[in-house]
């Protein structure tokens, strides 16, 4: 048995990582500000500690005793990172620089969330881990600032590391209802209440839309392969859906006419994000990934 610290671990995907670990045994701290997540998602069994995961002196503290740690403390919203850069920037890349930092005097493992943001917009699809980053917001370019630093880790201070590009994550426990929430959850909330949804553009954008279950099966099986190569591993699905075509499948399973709203795209929106899961499964074994339109179900039932 060992002990874990997830940052961000009282949010969406943290606390879905975290009851994994408790339920293979592992101990568990998470450090969390509770700014986006809740107590409420606290593992059983998990201890809590509340702090900013920028503040170095919260960090150094909470690493003690530590075996490893999964960094996933952000503020993950690429809306947020266009309404407030600077506050962002803090969480998002000072934050993942004092997780290495404060790993670095014992080179403890770090696993960390970078995103699919860090590719902006790619004329070849599906996306494989090497294909040129052109990040188009500052939530992109800071998760590649952080891949960097975990790259600058290993070098220079020995700090073993694997990063995991996220495509978009869904799942039980995604808040739905804040307006810088993943679109599954707002859809799957507005239609069970049996309210319209808004469709930023034309609807014809794509994205790979991924489960929690797969996310955290990569996470730990990530811990084991980090290296001080600071590897960088896509986590999708290789499958692609349209929002519209989301929206009419949750309308479905929530059994209510779509009513939609076409409202205009977003500032600096991507247009198709898929990615390639070759290496992923190659790397870490894992077989294909969670079905969508059964994760929907489950979100429906869940909420
Ligand atoms: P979330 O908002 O549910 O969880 C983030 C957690 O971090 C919350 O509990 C929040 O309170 C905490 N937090 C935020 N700022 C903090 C700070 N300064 N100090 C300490 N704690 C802080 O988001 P999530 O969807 O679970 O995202 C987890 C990670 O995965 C993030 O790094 C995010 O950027 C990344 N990611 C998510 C997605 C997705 O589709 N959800 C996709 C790609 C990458
Ligand atoms: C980005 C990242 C993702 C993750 C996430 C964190 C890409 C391709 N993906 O997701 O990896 O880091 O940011 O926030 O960079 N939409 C609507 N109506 C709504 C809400 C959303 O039409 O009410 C659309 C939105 O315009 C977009 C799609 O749904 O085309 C997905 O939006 P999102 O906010 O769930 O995630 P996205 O793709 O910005």
Redesign the pocket.
Known sequence: MSLCLVTGGCGFIGSHLAAALRARGDAVRVLDDLSTGSEANLAPGAELVRGDVADHAAVRAAVEGVDGIFHLAAI????RGVQDWSGTHRANLSGTIAVLDAARQRRLPVVYAS???VYGEQAVLPIAEDAPKRPLSA??ADKLGCEQHALVGGLVHGIPSMGFR????FGPRQDPRSP?S???S??CDRFSRGEG?????D?G?T?DFVHVSDVVAALLAGMARASTEAPVLNVCTGRATS?LELAETIAAVCGVPAEIRQRP??AG??RH?LGDATRLRATLGLGEARGLRAGLEEVVAWL
């Open positions: 993950a919203s690429v809306e995103s699919a943001a939530y992109g996220f495509f978009n994550v810088y993943g679109v599954i707002i859809f949804i808004d469709i930023f553009g609807g954008q994205r929002v795209p977003r929106e991507i994000s």
